[in-house]
C-alpha cells in the first residue's frame, strides 16, 4: 500500500449532447468531457415555430432544463417537434332535420346541427326557427350531442316560434367537425293535413355571428286529412 505518492488521476467521463431538428442547446450539440461527479446542467431552447417536446437517453423529462451527474460516460438528446396551426374556420352552415310522422304523433325529436366549426371558440348558441303551427306544436328542448353539460334556455311562448339559448361557462371548444347542438320536439296535432309541415331556421347565432348557411327541414305528416282539393274558376265568354 503506496502511501503519500501523487494521488491517482481523476477518472474522466464523456457527455455527448444531441437535438433533434427545432431546436438548440446551452452547451450547444457536441461531446465534452466531465470529471467523475461533476453535474452538468442542459437546457434546450426551441427555434421559431417548433417547441420541446422532452428529453431522452441519460436524462428524461419535459422540463427545458435537466441536470446529468455524471459517472459515466452518457448521451443526451433534445427532442422537438413543430408547431401545428389549428386549421382555420370554415363556412359555418347549420341544420334543422327531417321527419316523417302521421297525425297525433307525439315526441318528434328533430335535431339542429352545425358543421364546419374549425378553431373557433363556441361559447354561446342561439338557434332560432319558425314552424307550422296548423300542423306542429312545439313542445319541449334538449340539448345536442356537443351541449350536454350546457345551460339550456329554450322560449317556445309563442306558436309557430322557437328560440333557444346555449351557454357554456368553460370556455371549451367544440368538435371542430361540428355536431349535434340541440333538438326540438313536437308533437303532430291529431287535425293535421297530410302534407310537409315546415321548419324554417331563421338564425343560429354562434358567440354572435350567424352561422353562414341555414339549411331547413321539415315533417311529413301522414295518415291526417287530405288536403282539400285545389279550384280554379272557368271563365267562359
Known amino acids: ?25 446551452n452547451p450547444q450539440a457536441g461531446t465534452y468531457t466531465y470529471q467523475s461527479g461533476s453535474v452538468v446542467n442542459i437546457t434546450a431552447a426551441a427555434n421559431q415555430g417548433y417547441h420541446f417536446v422532452n428529453w431522452s437517453g441519460s ?10 451527474t455524471m459517472n459515466s460516460n452518457k448521451t443526451v438528446t433534445a427532442n422537438f417537434a413543430q408547431d401545428t396551426t389549428p386549421p382555420p ?4 352552415s347549420a341544420t334543422i332535420g327531417s321527419a316523417s310522422a302521421s297525425a297525433g304523433s ?4 328533430i335535431p339542429i346541427t352545425v358543421s ?14 319558425l314552424y307550422d303551427q296548423t300542423r306542429l306544436e312545439a313542445v319541449s328542448v334538449e340539448a345536442g350531442s356537443l351541449t350536454t353539460s350546457w345551460i339550456i334556455m329554450p322560449n317556445l311562448n309563442i306558436p309557430g316560434e322557437v328560440s333557444v339559448a346555449l ?14 347542438i340541440a333538438r326540438i320536439i313536437f308533437n303532430v296535432k291529431s287535425t293535421a293535413t297530410q302534407g310537409q309541415a315546415a321548419l324554417d331556421l331563421t338564425e343560429v347565432l354562434l358567440n354572435s355571428t350567424n352561422a353562414d ?12 286529412t287530405p288536403p282539400p282539393p285545389t279550384n280554379y274558376t272557368l271563365t267562359i265568354n
Open 1 to 25: 500500500q503506496v502511501t503519500g505518492g501523487t494521488p491517482p488521476p481523476p477518472t474522466n467521463y464523456t457527455l455527448t449532447i444531441n437535438t433533434t431538428q427545432g431546436g438548440t442547446t
Open 59 to 68: 436524462a428524461s423529462g419535459t422540463q427545458t432544463t435537466t441536470s446529468v
Open 89 to 92: 374556420p370554415g363556412e359555418v
Open 106 to 109: 307525439t315526441n318528434i325529436s
Open 116 to 129: 364546419s366549426l374549425g378553431s373557433r371558440e363556441i361559447v354561446a348558441l342561439q338557434p332560432a326557427l
Open 167 to 180: 351557454y357554456d361557462f368553460s370556455g371549451g371548444i367544440l368538435n371542430q367537425a361540428g355536431g349535434e
Open 213 to 224: 348557411i341555414l339549411i331547413d327541414g321539415y315533417i311529413q305528416v301522414t295518415g291526417g
